[in-house]
C-alpha cells in the first residue's frame, strides 16, 4: 500500500508508515521538515539485518535502501512522482518500489533519524529524544516477544486507545 500512496492522494504532502511504528512527536512535525525539491523524504538506514526470518515468520531479504520505505514523507507535487505509474506499481519487483528506482538518487531528501528509529537495531536512546519507534523486529503485541525498552510507552497508548474506545461504546 505504501506506493499506492500517490494514486490514493494525488496533490500535497503525504505520510506512509509501516504499522508497528510508535509516534513519540507532534507528527505535524515530520510535515514541517517537507522539502518541495524533494519528490521523498525518508530516513536513509545504512541497516543490514542480522535476522534470517522477519518478525512475521517471513524471510528475511538484504538491499541497499532497506528500511527507507517504511517511513515515507511523500511530495505529490513533485513532477518525479508521475514516473511511478500504475504499469509500474503493479509490474516492476517490489525491490525496485522499496528501492525508489523511479527516482534519481538527488530526488530523495533525508530526515532524522529520530523520526524512524530502529527498534533493536540501533542502541537505545531516551523517548524524549525520539519521534517515532520502529519495532523492526517485533513488538509487545507478539506473545513470545523478547522486550524493548520501548514496550511500556507501547503498552500505555494501547491502554489509553482501549480505555477511549470503552467510553465511547
Not at 511530495?75 to 525491490?95: C, F, M, Q, V, Y
Not at 530502529?118 to 525520539?130: F, R, S, T
Request: one cysteine or more; hydrophobic letters at 40%; charged letters at 25%.
Amino acid at each position: 500500500s505504501r506506493f499506492c500512496v500517490p494514486f490514493l492522494q494525488n496533490t500535497g504532502l503525504a505520510l506512509f508508515m509501516d504499522p508497528d511504528m510508535l509516534v513519540l512527536d507532534d507528527i505535524a512535525n515530520v510535515f514541517a521538515l517537507a522539502d518541495p525539491k524533494y519528490a521523498v523524504m525518508v530516513v536513509k538506514h545504512n541497516y543490514e539485518p542480522t535476522i534470517d526470518i522477519k518478525m512475521d515468520g517471513q524471510k528475511q531479504t538484504t538491499y541497499a535502501r532497506k528500511n527507507w520505505s517504511s517511513f515515507v514523507l511523500w511530495n505529490l507535487d513533485h513532477p518525479s512522482n508521475k514516473r511511478l505509474t500504475k504499469e509500474a506499481l503493479n509490474t516492476w519487483p517490489g525491490i525496485a518500489l522499496h528501492q525508489f528506482r523511479w527516482l534519481d538518487d538527488d530526488e530523495s531528501g533525508e530526515l532524522p533519524v529520530e523520526w524512524n528509529w530502529l527498534d533493536g537495531v540501533y542502541d537505545p536512546k531516551p523517548a524524549v529524544e525520539l519521534s517515532n519507534v520502529h519495532f523492526t523486529e517485533g513488538g509487545p503485541w507478539f506473545d513470545n516477544w523478547s522486550g524493548s525498552p520501548y514496550d511500556p510507552l507501547w503498552v500505555s497508548e494501547r491502554n489509553i486507545m482501549n480505555a477511549s474506545r470503552r467510553k465511547v461504546a
